[in-house]
């Protein structure tokens, strides 16, 4: 059998493991540390290998940036969606009726309809105002 001369990565000393060793952790006489016995072509390892326990992980977690929140998109869509409401309501909503007399034909104004139209515009401006909010609360959240 033929031997497998690698440093430790931690302490440097010189350390000669069997061929049937490869990629088992051995302890580092010297330093006591945990290393990975290489492969013969491979060089070492440069740093020590940490013992991995069943159930135990040694990472770190990396705080990561946030992404982007789902209340910017919401408050988004729900600002176009109360301009384009108030849009409608305010210019494109008919509040006449045609009624059809002795004269000919006559538009009126309907309260009902009037009033639809006040509602409407009423829950377009909530809705772009609310929409609004979000995004800034998504703005301020993200500057964090």
């Not at 491979?42 to 040694?58: E, Q």
């Not at 209340?71 to 176009?80: E, H, T, W, Y």
Request: proline residues 8%; aromatic residues 10%; glycine residues 10%.
């Amino acid at each position: 059998m033929t031997g497998i001369q690698f440093n430790c990565p931690t302490c440097r000393q010189l350390i000669e493991a069997d061929e049937s060793d490869a990629l088992k952790l051995i302890d580092c006489p010297k330093c006591a540390s945990s290393i990975e016995v290489p492969l013969p072509h491979l060089p070492a390892p440069r740093r020590p290998v940490a013992l991995r326990t069943p159930g135990f992980s040694t990472a770190i977690p990396m705080k990561s940036k946030p992404g982007p929140s789902g209340i910017g998109l919401l408050g988004f869509m729900m600002a176009v969606a109360g301009f384009a409401a108030g849009i409608y309501f305010f210019v494109f909503y008919e509040t006449s009726v045609p009624i059809y007399g002795v004269e000919g034909i006559q538009r009126v104004q309907n309260l009902g309809l009037m009033q639809e139209r006040q509602l409407g515009l009423v829950v377009a401006i909530t809705a772009f105002v609310l929409g609004f909010i979000c995004l800034i609360v998504d703005y301020v959240q993200t500057k964090r």
